[in-house]
């Protein structure tokens, strides 16, 4: 079968963990809006359909349309050996990606604490703000679990010894924070050790080593959910 992802062709943003995915499970898919446009992922959202996705994000895989990242991993992840076999470990890894979420939603909101619609230099005083309390609540917060069940995983991932989607999700999460705040990253990183490690595992695994040197892989900028913004990486 060969995937269908629906995203916007010029950001990683939360298309990027199912990118992660497919690339690491080597399955043939297509980025339709950066071969074929955006028009193309819009006329899929204005489809009438009894199952329409809210958003982008949005996987076809045969006539089957999944929206909603954790879920699209959900999905991919026992098709493609990126979760475990067994029901209560497909939850719990699921679980784990709906807390990424979490997180994920956190990170965009430094940036546009009062809102997507206003520009940030609308919202600089609210941001540096928000960010503060982000780098001293909520990163510690966060990843400070996610270090504690690698931890205690008895192995290189987050469920043991082999890899899942969430490992995929958390390397993600590592390169997005360098980018967006690499003085407050270097500082925070002695802090989860286990995590950095994780990142450079996930980044010497040869399909995603493969995929990080390609142009298949967007890079960071401005208009994603990691931003850099000088004023608030102080």
Do not use: C
């Not at 619609?117 to 960010?131: H, V």
């Not at 390397?171 to 050790?193: C, D, H, K």
């Amino acid at each position: 079968m060969r995937y269908e992802l629906y995203y916007w062709p010029m950001i990683q943003g939360r298309g990027e963990y199912v990118r992660l995915a497919l690339e690491e499970a080597g399955a043939a898919y297509r980025d339709v809006a950066r071969e074929e446009g955006i028009a193309a992922m819009t006329a899929m959202l204005e489809a009438e359909g009894a199952t329409p996705p809210f958003a982008p994000p949005f996987l076809k895989a045969g006539r089957l349309v999944i929206g909603q990242t954790a879920n699209i991993l959900f999905f991919l992840g026992g098709r493609h050996g990126l979760a475990p076999k067994a029901e209560a470990g497909q939850l719990w890894v699921h679980q784990l990606q709906l807390t990424i979420t979490d997180f994920v939603v956190e990170v965009h909101d430094t940036h546009h604490p009062l809102g997507p619609t206003l520009y940030y230099e609308d919202q600089r005083a609210p941001a540096k703000k928000r960010t503060a309390e982000f780098w001293s609540e909520r990163v510690p917060k966060f990843l400070g679990y996610f270090e504690r069940i690698l931890a205690n995983s008895g192995g290189a991932y987050i469920t043991g010894r082999r890899l899942t989607y969430v490992d995929l999700s958390l390397f993600q999460i590592i390169a997005g924070l360098r980018y967006a705040f690499p003085s407050r990253m270097t500082a925070f990183e002695r802090n989860v050790p286990g995590l950095v490690a994780l990142h450079d595992r996930v980044a010497a695994r040869p399909n995603i080593s493969a995929y990080l040197a390609s142009d298949r892989r967007i890079p960071f900028n401005e208009d994603g959910i990691f931003r850099h913004y000088k004023a608030l990486d102080a």
